[in-house]
């Protein structure tokens, strides 16, 4: 049962999607801070570490302080909702308002303090391929499938130069979520405009993996059941529950 806390948290958070159009930043901030996961040693996680220094000053977190800063207003009006919880629900919210799944969420994530705070380096390099991905998302338990699954929710928002890098948004429509992303990193080269990165066309690198592409790029509602699933693992990584 959702609770009124959760009900009254996601129309807040919904509203402030609409109006921002920020709902691929609200996904990147929530996967920043759980994809810190380590299952060889339980660190690291969705547990709101991403708002203290050093995590915050992490090269990959570079531009999060708008998402953060964003969610403030909210947590300032439902004080009982703790960072980690606001942070993963703001995913969810984003993605559900730009027409992807519905992902199954849990209230109860505890913050952790500054202290547990986890060294940099734990998340993806946009410019590496898939023997990196690997090493990235083995370390927090994924499999290849989920790899794939989860690299879907590029489809949201845009890269920015100041932040990555890299500039530009992965499809056409980055305020939609469906299963575009994979049909375009399928093409021989990008359309105008839109990014083709090293760890995108990872993807097609091994047979299975790039099966899996094809079969996202063809069927939308397969991509949607996989990707809800990884992104609920995702969002509970970690986690101390109340």
């Known amino acids: ?19 921002k159009n920020c709902h691929g930043i ?3 901030v929530a996967w920043h801070d759980a994809g810190t996961y380590s299952k060889e040693d339980g660190t690291g996680g969705a ?3 991403q ?18 800063n964003m969610c403030e207003d909210i947590k300032a009006k439902h ?14 919210v984003a993605i559900e308002d730009a027409g992807g799944p519905v992902i199954p969420f849990r209230m109860g994530r505890k913050d952790a303090d500054a202290p547990q705070c986890t060294p940099d380096g734990r998340l993806p390099d946009a410019d590496k ?9 083995y370390r927090m338990g994924f499999n290849d499938a989920e790899i794939v699954a989860l690299s879907g929710a590029h489809t949201l928002g845009a890269a920015h130069k100041d932040r990555s890098g890299f500039d530009g948004p992965w499809t056409s429509n980055p305020n939609t979520f469906d299963n575009s992303y994979f049909k375009e990193i399928m093409k021989e080269t990008p359309e105008s405009g839109l990014l083709h990165l090293p ?8 047979p299975e993996c790039k099966a899996l592409v094809e079969t996202y790029a063809s069927d939308q509602a397969k991509f949607f059941e996989d990707y809800a699933k990884a992104h609920q ?8 529950w109340a």
């Open 47 to 49: 547990n709101g570490t």
């Open 233 to 240: 693992k995702l969002s509970e990584l970690g986690a101390v």
């Open 79 to 92: 004080p009982e909702i703790s960072y980690a919880d606001l942070y993963q629900l703001a995913s969810v």
């Open 1 to 19: 049962m959702v609770s009124d806390l959760e009900k009254a948290v996601r129309a807040d958070l919904q509203a402030l999607i609409k109006e």
């Open 129 to 137: 391929r898939m023997p990196h991905l690997r090493d990235i998302f």
């Open 51 to 68: 708002r203290f220094a050093p995590e915050s000053g992490h090269g990959a977190n570079a531009g999060l302080d708008i998402a953060r």
């Open 199 to 206: 760890s995108d066309k990872a993807l097609l690198d091994e």
């Open 26 to 28: 609200m996904v990147r």
